[in-house]
């Protein structure tokens, strides 16, 4: 798998988000390009920005026992997986607006780099190491580039 803290990795990344217009059509599902977009930036928002409410200790205890593996792993998603009520995007988007917003939030990560991710809190998950961060990141942001041919 990629490395979303390597240089060239987010080059290649950001490149590929280059390649979308707000005309680019899904090869599966039902998210049009800027709602892909911002369904990308929920991931970042909730390492960076304090827009979502934290699961309760339960609700976190189910996500770590039954969805974490699934998030952190390198196995790919399938195709139209299922996804968390916080990720799915019911409202028209700016698709330049998300855009801009998901190229920032990747630079930063990679800016910041792993040793600041090993071991830090994720929102649903608990302490993740590196490599779960790198994992959850870049397979998520494929997954939607690929589905939109980029």
């Excluded at 059509?25 to 998210?31: I, L, S």
């Amino acid at each position: 798998m990629k490395n979303v803290f390597n240089i060239n990795d987010t080059t290649e990344l950001l490149r590929r988000i280059d390649n979308l217009n707000n005309k680019s059509k899904p090869c599966w599902g039902t998210m049009d390009v800027a709602k892909m977009l911002a369904h990308c930036n929920v991931t970042y928002e909730l390492v960076y920005d304090n827009k979502h409410p934290k699961p309760n200790a339960f609700k976190k205890w189910l996500l770590k026992l039954f969805v974490k593996n699934i998030v952190v792993n390198s196995t790919p998603y399938k195709n139209n997986s299922r996804t968390a009520p916080e990720f799915i995007i019911n409202s028209d988007k700016d698709f330049e607006t998300e855009k801009a917003r998901l190229k920032t939030y990747i630079i930063k990560t990679q800016e910041l780099g792993e040793k600041h991710f090993d071991g830090k809190e994720s929102h649903s998950f608990g302490k993740l190491t590196k490599n779960e961060w790198n994992n959850m990141f870049y397979k998520h942001l494929d997954h939607h580039l690929t589905q939109f041919g980029v």
